[in-house]
T-cell receptor, first 113, second 117 residues
């Protein structure tokens, strides 16, 4: 099935560094979502974006819904050990019949001691 | 805790056996979704229900797969005659749609990890 282009695939950073990742699509979306997944667990919602151009923060996390509706980015400031995990973007299309989410390929974040 | 729950969390089965997974959504949510996630990939949509009606099925959902949500609350996903390629994490999500102010945001359960030997 279709998966969104998410980059980078992996990141190795030191604690305290800022992180930036993004997601692009060939289709436009009505909603962009960012989830974090720990090994063996389901995705946990971090931020939801509902309007083109919207910039939303959740603590140290900030995400933006691109103006073209085809991209989104997620920033994490001052990373801490519990930020380790896999981050997925997900997009949802417009209207009836487009309730499913299309996910990105994931960004694996590792913090180097 | 009133999040999405799934049972079992892990299932190991032999090829050819049938397996059934259960999902209990967040109690007031009217939509329930099933996704499949293989190693190193993001989740992929399988099917979804609005109340008890199954409204969409992905072509990933072969005829060996069947999902039900008989009373519009919990759902089951059955895989018949399992194959090694069915090994994956099966994720359930739920959302609230159609109510004033609802955003139809999907919240996921912890998943059921299936291993087919």
């Amino acid at each position: 099935g279709q998966q969104l282009n998410q980059s980078p695939q992996s990141m190795f950073i030191q604690e305290g560094e800022d992180v930036s990742m993004n997601c692009t699509s060939s289709s436009i979306f009505n909603t962009w979502l960012w989830y974090k997944q720990d090994p063996g667990e389901g995705p946990v919602l971090l931020i939801a974006l509902y309007k083109a151009g919207e910039l939303t923060s959740n603590g140290r996390l900030t995400a933006q819904f691109g103006i073209t509706r085809k991209d989104s980015f997620l920033n994490i400031s001052a990373s801490i050990p519990s930020d380790v995990g896999i981050y997925f973007c997900a997009g949802r299309g417009f209207g009836v019949g487009n309730e499913k989410l299309t996910f990105g390929t994931g960004t694996r974040l590792t913090i180097i001691p | 805790d009133t999040g999405v729950s799934q049972d079992p969390r892990h299932k190991i089965t032999k090829r050819g056996q049938n397996v059934t997974f259960r999902c209990d959504p967040i109690s007031e949510h009217n939509r329930l979704y099933w996704y499949r996630q293989t190693l190193g990939q993001g989740p992929e949509f399988l099917t979804y229900f609005q109340n008890e009606a199954q409204l969409e099925k992905s072509r990933l959902l072969s005829d060996r797969f069947s999902a039900e949500r008989p009373k519009g609350s919990f759902s089951t996903l059955e895989i018949q005659r399992t194959e090694q390629g069915d090994s994956a994490m099966y994720l359930c999500a739920s959302s609230l749609a159609g109510s004033l102010g609802s955003t139809d945001t999907q919240y996921f359960g912890p998943g059921t990890r299936l291993t087919v030997l």
